[in-house]
Each structure stands twice: as structure tokens, then as C-alpha cells.
């Protein structure tokens, strides 16, 4: 079965740089979400999208902006990088925005900030 | 606020014990539970899912049960093996769309 694709895997960027990370959902999820997890932290809900629009949000710098594109897939920009944004970035996809259904989550990008 | 609990953070037990995992959580108007596992430097491999309505879930060696009104999920794991090291979240989703986790508890099972 197919599984929410996260690009790239692996991102290694300096301070004050920016990183686009990319998520493309399970085929006929509508509704996409960003997770981070810092070292040794639980995930923190970022924020999620639903048909193209976002629907809630959490804790997430405003140097950081998210898109949901009509093809459901989404991509998150991370503006003036600091040490702290190194963590790991999950992406989750579910059927749609109700609070029954399951989120599957991506294997995550691995962002590096030197 | 919901407010996601998970003791103890960490437990190492000889291989072939039944095992159980707590989780609690504030906020009783919860939607679902989910329970995840993830390998260290690894993604997030969901479990098992919860609803409301429903009281447990099982799949193979896993089972999970939730009670509502006292704010507790919990994860059985039978006949553990050194493959379930691991560590396990628990992750709450209430009125909106956000998963609230809890820290994890990681898992060691030794030969």
C-alpha cells in the first residue's frame, strides 16, 4: 500500500539559510499534517491543512510558512534557519480532517542546521 | 489543554514477558488514541487506533484499551521479544485535528 512520501530524507543547512521539505499524502487524503520533533522530544503538531487550506495551527515560528498545493501534496518553508529548527520534520496524511480517523506518518525529514 | 502522560519513560525486561504500557491523558472529550512505535533515528509506525465508541483494539501480540472517564489508555504487549525494542508513543486527538503525544516510553527487551 502507498505511504505518505516525505522529501528529502536527509537536509543538512547552515544558519540563516532557508529548506523547503515536501510531503505528498496517501493517494485520496485530503488532510496533511506537519509534526516536529526535536532530540529526544516528543512530536509537536506544526500544522495541517485541509482541501488546499489550512485548518489549524500550533506551535510554529512565523519564519516558518506551509502550503497545501491542489495536488494534496504540501511543502513546508523554513526562513533564517537556527541551530534549534535541527530536528526531525514528520508529515502525516489522513482520509480527512475528522478526529476519527488515523494519521499515517511519513519516515520524517531529518533537518541538520550547522 | 490536553496534556499527554506516559510512565515510566523507560523499562527493560528479560524476553518472553507480558508487558503493559500506561498512558494517561487530561482531557477526558478525547476522539481517539493512537499508539505509535518508533525505532531510534526512525519514523513513526502507528499501532493501534482507538476510537471513542470503543473500548480496545487488537493486533497480534498488541492490545489496547481505553477508559475515558479515567483518563488512561493502555498498551499489552505479549511474550515480548527483542524485536519490540522500541520506543512507544501514545498520542491523544480531541476536538481538533492535532495529535497530542506523550513523551514514550523506550522499551528494551533483552535475550
Known amino acids: 500500500a502507498a505511504g505518505v512520501i516525505q522529501s528529502p530524507r536527509h537536509l543538512i543547512k547552515e544558519k540563516r539559510e532557508t529548506a523547503t521539505l515536501k510531503c505528498y499524502p496517501i493517494p485520496r487524503h485530503d488532510t496533511v499534517y506537519w509534526y516536529q520533533q526535536g532530540p529526544g522530544q516528543d512530536p509537536q503538531f506544526l500544522i495541517s491543512?485541509?482541501?488546499?487550506?489550512?485548518?489549524d495551527k500550533g506551535s510554529i515560528p512565523d519564519r516558518f510558512s506551509a502550503q497545501q498545493f491542489s495536488d494534496y501534496h504540501s511543502e513546508l518553508n523554513m526562513s533564517s534557519l537556527e541551530l534549534g529548527d535541527s530536528a526531525l520534520y514528520f508529515c502525516a496524511s489522513s482520509f480527512t480532517r475528522q478526529s476519527t480517523d488515523t494519521q499515517y506518518f511519513g519516515p520524517g525529514t531529518r533537518l541538520t542546521v550547522l | 489543554k490536553q496534556e499527554v502522560t506516559q510512565i515510566p519513560a523507560a523499562l527493560s525486561v528479560p524476553e518472553g514477558e507480558n508487558l503493559v504500557l500506561n498512558c494517561s491523558f487530561t482531557?477526558?472529550?478525547?476522539?481517539?488514541l493512537q499508539w505509535f512505535r518508533q525505532d531510534p533515528g526512525k519514523g513513526l509506525t502507528s499501532l493501534l487506533l482507538?476510537?471513542?465508541?470503543?473500548r480496545e483494539q487488537t493486533s497480534g501480540r498488541l492490545n489496547a484499551s481505553l477508559d475515558k472517564s479515567s483518563g488512561r489508555s493502555t498498551l499489552y504487549i505479549a511474550a515480548s521479544q527483542p524485536g519490540d525494542s522500541a520506543t512507544y508513543l501514545c498520542?491523544?486527538?480531541?476536538?481538533?485535528?492535532?495529535?497530542?503525544f506523550g513523551k514514550g516510553m523506550k522499551l528494551t527487551v533483552n535475550p
Open positions: 482531557d477526558s472529550a478525547i476522539y481517539n
Open positions: 498520542a491523544g486527538q480531541g476536538g481538533s485535528e492535532k495529535l497530542v
Open positions: 491543512f485541509y482541501e488546499k487550506m489550512q485548518s
Open positions: 482507538i476510537q471513542s465508541s470503543q
